[in-house]
């Protein structure tokens, strides 16, 4: 369906997450995957749904020769714990520690999704409560081990190991957890 309702654009997906194409490709959606290089850094007075919408923007931004044919659609996810954003971890001490602060509450996970061309843009959010039980050090350490937390925003995946075991209960959409929203970026691409 939205192979049909897309095939007058091109479809640049600038993300480099296999989650995220692959979420496309179940979509059915005909795209390309473009890569730029942006230092994410946002000021630091934003909080929850701002950042999310800054990164997502800062990231279209890098794509400059958009024609009326091209879609770009780029995104940004972070976990949200007590005012505080936990982005991917960058070492296994890190991923520790974001862990270790997620272990026995509840934080939120935020999306947003830029979807842009040559003549407009239009930015959408969403967000899912997700609630941790008390994680032992031996769980996280296990699981940093065999799982590699580094490409995830909040050190972990809910679709592995520790989705399993550590998380009690989610409200929302699993699937912005596990890196986009597509139900709601479904709704906003049947409406181009």
Same mark, same amino acid.
């Given at each position: 369906?939205?192979?049909? %309702?897309?095939?007058?654009?091109?479809?640049?997906?600038?993300?480099?997450? *296999?989650?995220?194409? !692959?979420?496309?490709? +179940?979509?059915?959606?005909?795209?390309?995957? !473009?890569?730029?290089?942006?230092?994410?850094? /946002?000021? !630091?007075?934003?909080?929850?749904?701002?950042?999310?919408?800054?990164?997502?923007?800062?990231?279209?931004?890098?794509?400059?020769?958009?024609?009326? =044919?091209?879609? &770009?659609?780029?995104?940004?996810?972070?976990?949200? &714990?007590?005012?505080?954003? &936990?982005?991917? *971890?960058?070492?296994?001490?890190?991923?520790?520690?974001? &862990?270790?602060?997620?272990?026995? =509450?509840?934080?939120?996970?935020?999306?947003?999704?830029?979807?842009?061309?040559?003549?407009?843009?239009?930015?959408?959010? +969403?967000?899912?409560?997700?609630?941790? =039980?008390?994680?032992?050090?031996?769980?996280?350490?296990?699981? #940093? %081990?065999? /799982? !590699?937390?580094?490409?995830?925003?909040?050190?972990?995946?809910?679709?592995?190991?520790?989705?399993?075991?550590?998380?009690?209960?989610?409200?929302?959409?699993?699937?912005?957890?596990?890196?986009?929203?597509?139900?709601?970026? /479904?709704?906003?691409? #049947?409406?181009?």
């Amino acid at each position: 369906m939205l192979r049909e %309702k897309l095939k007058d654009y091109n479809v640049i997906l600038a993300s480099g997450s *296999p989650r995220r194409q !692959q979420f496309f490709k +179940d979509l059915d959606i005909d795209f390309s995957v !473009q890569l730029k290089e942006v230092e994410e850094i /946002y000021p !630091q007075e934003l909080k929850g749904t701002e950042i999310t919408d800054f990164l997502a923007d800062l990231k279209s931004k890098s794509f400059t020769n958009l024609s009326d =044919k091209d879609l &770009l659609i780029t995104s940004d996810t972070i976990v949200w &714990l007590e005012e505080k954003a &936990l982005g991917k *971890p960058k070492n296994p001490e890190e991923a520790f520690k974001m &862990l270790k602060d997620l272990s026995g =509450k509840k934080h939120q996970v935020i999306t947003s999704i830029s979807i842009k061309n040559k003549n407009f843009q239009k930015i959408i959010n +969403d967000t899912t409560i997700v609630s941790f =039980k008390e994680l032992s050090d031996e769980e996280i350490n296990y699981y #940093i %081990k065999n /799982y !590699q937390p580094f490409d995830k925003a909040g050190a972990y995946g809910i679709q592995e190991w520790i989705g399993f075991i550590a998380i009690d209960n989610i409200k929302g959409s699993y699937f912005n957890v596990v890196g986009l929203p597509v139900q709601k970026l /479904y709704k906003e691409l #049947i409406k181009l």
